[in-house]
């Protein structure tokens, strides 16, 4: 009886995980392989907890399923943390002989993704790889650069590849949405010259 109320509690929180990405990222293909993965999981972790086994075997087990990445698309490191969080929900209530327990923890996981990943976290600040056309060696410069082409402010830039022979730049920037102050105030007295202007004719 305890082994079913498990593998109800496991569907139930997978299907709560699948909703909350799909609602927010919109990636069905994800969806099918989150559920994929943790009934798998799961359905393993049942099998082995009726054989004889060693912890060796368990924690190799687990190993080799976290590290599962799909070659065929990149992923970002979000949608590794939905893996881990779908294969970790299988483990527990494939492996777990207390019902409280694996309630617990599996409301643990949810309740840490549904927040790590709540848009209203950290809701101004984005991540990007761009690619400029020309190769800027000064950091000031590239800043300066950076904060024009976005419209927002640049928290921190990281170079990966500065090519002089090519002549372009490549950057990793975390930058935070909405104009900066100094472009908001330039746009506002060029606009009161406009009005100015269209006022004297």
Do not use: K
Not at 27 to 45: E, K, P, S
Not at 60 to 85: D, K, N, P
Not at 187 to 200: C, F
């Amino acid at each position: 009886m305890t082994t079913l109320a498990l593998i109800a509690a496991d569907l139930v929180a997978i299907t709560m995980l699948a909703l909350v990405y799909f609602r927010r990222h919109r990636r069905r293909d994800l969806v099918t392989a989150f559920l994929g993965v943790n009934v798998g999981v799961l359905a393993v972790a049942l099998v082995l907890g009726t054989v004889q086994t060693t912890i060796g075997l368990g924690m190799g087990l687990f190993g080799v399923l976290s590290i599962i990445r799909l070659r065929s698309t990149e992923i970002s490191q979000r949608e590794v943390a939905y893996y881990f969080a779908a294969l970790a929900l299988g483990l527990i209530a494939g492996l777990s002989t207390s019902l409280p327990l694996a309630g617990g923890l599996m409301a643990m996981i949810l309740a840490a993704l549904w927040l790590g990943d709540h848009p209203s976290l950290f809701h101004g600040s984005r991540q990007q790889t761009i690619t400029l056309d020309r190769a800027i060696t000064d950091e000031a410069e590239l800043r300066s650069e950076l904060t024009s082409l976005l419209g927002a402010r640049v928290d921190q830039v990281t170079v990966r590849q500065l090519d002089l022979v090519r002549d372009l730049t490549v950057v990793d920037v975390q930058y935070r949405t909405g104009r900066p102050a100094g472009q908001v105030t330039a746009a506002r007295t060029e606009s009161a010259r406009e009005l100015e202007g269209l006022v004297a004719r």
